[in-house]
T-cell receptor, first 114, second 113 residues
Framework: EAQVTQNPRYLITVTGKKLTVTCSQN?????MSWYRQDPGLGLRQIYY???????DKGDVPEGYKVSRKEKRNFPLILESPSPNQTSLYFC?????????????FGPGTRLTVL | GENVGLHLPTLSVQEGDNSIINCAYS??????FIWYKQESGKGPQFIID?????DKRQGQRVTVLLNKTVKHLSLQIAATQPGDSAVYFC????????????FGQGTRLTINP
C-alpha cells in the first residue's frame, strides 16, 4: 500500500530534550515536506526537500532541522524543543514539486512540549 | 504578504444538500490550485485541482470553480453525505514558486442528518 508513515504518532516531552520525528514514504517520491498545523493558522511549511541531500526552509523553520540522506526518509529534528513547538506535525511527499503534484500526507504526529 | 484565506470558517448543511466552500487567494501569479480534505485525526487528502487556464473542473460529486478576476476559488460538493464532514483547505503556489504550497486556514463542513 502506497503510504507515508510517521513515528511516533503522539509524543509528550520536556523543554530542551532533543527529539526526532521520523517520516518514510514507499512511493519513490522525490519531494518531501514537513508542515505544522495550529488552530487558526492552517498548515505551515517547516522544511522541504526536492531530492536526496537537497533541503530548504519553508515558512517556519526556526527551531527545526531536517536531513535527507535517503530518498524514502525525511526526519524532523528538534534539537531543543520549546513549548511553542507544541503542535500537530505532518509529513508529506509527492512525485515532483508540491505546486504541481498531489501531495500525500502522513497521519500526523501530535507533539506536546512541557 | 501571502494569504490564502476562506470566507467562512464553518459551514453546516443538511445531508443531501449541495455545499459550497469558498476561498480567496492573493498570489495573482499562481497557476495551480488544490483542494484538500482533512477528516478528524487524519492527514489532509487531495480532492481536486485546477490550473489557471481553466475556470471549472469537475470530479466525482465535486466541482472547483476559479475566478481569476477576483482571485476566488470555490469547491462545490453535490448531494453531501455524512462522510463529507471534514475540514477543507484550499492551497495555491506561493510567491516563491512551485516548490511550495500555501494553505488557507480551512473551513469545517458539518453534515446534519
Amino acid at each position: 500500500e502506497a503510504q507515508v508513515t510517521q513515528n511516533p504518532r503522539y509524543l509528550i516531552t520536556v523543554t530542551g530534550k532533543k527529539l526526532t520525528v521520523t517520516c518514510s514514504q514507499n512511493m519513490n517520491h522525490e519531494y518531501m515536506s514537513w508542515y505544522r498545523q495550529d488552530p487558526g493558522l492552517g498548515l505551515r511549511q517547516i522544511y522541504y526537500s526536492m531530492n536526496v541531500e537537497v533541503t530548504d526552509k519553508g515558512d517556519v523553520p526556526e527551531g527545526y532541522k531536517v536531513s535527507r540522506k535517503e530518498k524514502r526518509n525525511f526526519p524532523l529534528i528538534l534539537e531543543s524543543p520549546s513549548p511553542n513547538q507544541t503542535s500537530l506535525y505532518f509529513c508529506a511527499s509527492s512525485a515532483g514539486l508540491a505546486g504541481y503534484n498531489e501531495q500525500f500526507f502522513g497521519p500526523g504526529t501530535r507533539l506536546t512540549v512541557l | 504578504g501571502e494569504n490564502v484565506g476562506l470566507h467562512l470558517p464553518t459551514l453546516s448543511v443538511q445531508e443531501g444538500d449541495n455545499s459550497i466552500i469558498n476561498c480567496a487567494y492573493s498570489n495573482s501569479a499562481s497557476d495551480y490550485f488544490i483542494w484538500y480534505k482533512q477528516e478528524s485525526g487524519k492527514g489532509p487528502q487531495f480532492i481536486i485541482d485546477i490550473r489557471s487556464n481553466m475556470d471549472k473542473r469537475q470530479g466525482q460529486r465535486v466541482t472547483v470553480l476559479l475566478n481569476k478576476t477576483v482571485k476566488h476559488l470555490s469547491l462545490q460538493i453535490a448531494a453531501t453525505q455524512p462522510g463529507d464532514s471534514a475540514v477543507y483547505f484550499c492551497a495555491e503556489i506561493g510567491y516563491q514558486g512551485a516548490q511550495k504550497l500555501v494553505f488557507g486556514q480551512g473551513t469545517r463542513l458539518t453534515i446534519n442528518p
